[in-house]
Each structure stands twice: as structure tokens, then as C-alpha cells.
């Protein structure tokens, strides 16, 4: 069954670090996400992309956060200057339509020390 | 997207039914209704989802009102693997908005 796969599973970085989390979402899918949840709260959504561009972002979302899809398979989220309240674990997600399943990954942990 | 309602924690015995209520009184007629769950130390993992009509995968059951103002997830038989946080979301298709908000959902325990 094809599967998301975000890299690394975790990641421990000093607060203003740069920090990419990569993602592999499922082939045929064309619109993508970025969750994330802080231990013990709940998923939250932070941007979703279509067509190559932003379609819809939350105000967590700030200028520190940037996303990319720089080949046909990669889809990436990066934080520029980490903060000790982005550790997290980080959930990518693909869906084939805009209102279909989701698909998730296993997620990747970001400890900012 | 309108909002869900959802208790905060349910239990059932194992492998007895489990009917999960959720209600969206606010529904729009383009609203998805949606259904996932998480299990521990894992991502959210897609259960079903239905429009207007009852429908019926391999994980579970899902039935919807007549007023669509209120769903049910059915799980069959549970099992201790289908402990997790279920979440119920509307996904409204005619918004142009691209996300699935999640609340905090219904936190089922299993009792073997």
C-alpha cells in the first residue's frame, strides 16, 4: 500500500538553527500539508499546498516557515531560526483531491534544545 | 469550516460494538464529513468518510443523520488495537480553503 514517508524521525537541534523536515507524500497526490502537535495537545494545521503555491496557511505559519516542493517527489518544511516552543512532532500528509482521504506519515520529532 | 462536537472519552469492552456521536449542527450541504484517529505515538490515521448517505468500509460504519446535524462512527467489534483519539472534521468542498481542522476529539479506551 503506497505510504508517506517524512525523514528524519527525529531531529535534536539548538534554538536558531535551521531545520528541514522532508516528506515524501504518496505519487499520484496533489495537494499536500503540514500538521504539527505539541506533546500532549492536539494536531494543528499550519499550510497546505496545490499546485505548486501555498494555498492556505495558519497563523502559526509565520515568516520563520517555508515549504517547498523542489522536485517532482519532495515536498520540505523548513524553520529558519528554530524556537524552543517549535519542538514538536511534525506530520506531513497527501491527499489526491482537495476533499479526499489523507494520507499521513509517521511524523518527525523536532526536540529544540 | 463549522465546528464538531465530540466527548472527550468514551470506553467500550472489547469485542463489543462502539457508536462514537459526533454532532455539527452548523453543517453546510457542502460539507464532507470526515473521520480519523490516532493511535498512540503515531500520525492520524484516516477511518471513513461520507456526504449524505451511511457508508461502510473494512474499519468501520459511518451513519449520518437525516439533518446531517449529528454522525456516528461504528466500530463492530472493537479491539484493543482500536484504542486511539477519534476525530470527526467537516471538510467543506466548495470553500476553496485547503485544510482539515482537527479538535480534540473522543479518546476511546478498550477493556480487555
Known amino acids: 500500500e503506497p505510504e508517506v514517508t517524512q525523514t528524519p524521525s527525529h531531529q535534536v537541534t539548538q534554538m536558531g538553527q535551521e531545520v528541514i523536515l522532508r516528506c515524501v507524500p504518496i505519487s499520484n497526490h496533489l495537494y499536500f500539508y503540514w500538521y504539527r502537535q505539541i506533546l500532549g495537545q492536539k494536531v494543528e494545521f499550519l499550510v497546505s499546498f496545490y499546485n505548486n503555491e501555498i494555498s492556505e496557511k495558519s497563523e502559526i505559519f509565520d515568516d520563520q516557515f517555508s515549504v517547498e516542493r523542489p522536485d517532482g517527489s519532495n515536498f520540505t518544511l523548513k524553520i529558519r531560526s528554530t524556537k524552543l516552543e517549535d519542538s514538536a512532532m511534525y506530520f506531513c500528509a497527501s491527499s489526491e483531491t482537495n476533499t479526499g482521504e489523507l494520507f499521513f506519515g509517521e511524523g518527525s520529532r523536532l526536540t529544540v534544545l | 469550516d463549522a465546528k464538531t462536537t465530540q466527548p472527550n472519552s468514551m470506553e467500550s469492552n472489547e469485542e463489543e460494538p462502539v457508536h462514537l456521536p459526533c454532532n455539527h449542527s452548523?453543517?453546510?450541504?457542502?460539507?464532507?464529513i470526515h473521520w480519523y484517529r490516532q493511535l498512540p505515538s503515531q500520525g492520524p490515521e484516516y477511518v471513513i468518510h461520507g456526504l449524505t448517505s451511511n457508508v461502510n468500509n473494512r474499519m468501520a460504519s459511518l451513519a449520518i443523520a437525516e439533518d446531517r446535524k449529528s454522525s456516528t462512527l461504528i466500530l463492530h467489534r472493537a479491539t484493543l488495537r482500536d484504542a486511539a483519539v477519534y476525530y470527526c472534521i467537516l471538510r467543506d468542498f466548495s470553500s476553496g480553503t485547503y485544510k482539515y481542522i482537527f479538535g480534540t476529539g473522543t479518546r476511546l479506551k478498550v477493556l480487555a
Open positions: 452548523t453543517i453546510s450541504g457542502t460539507d464532507y
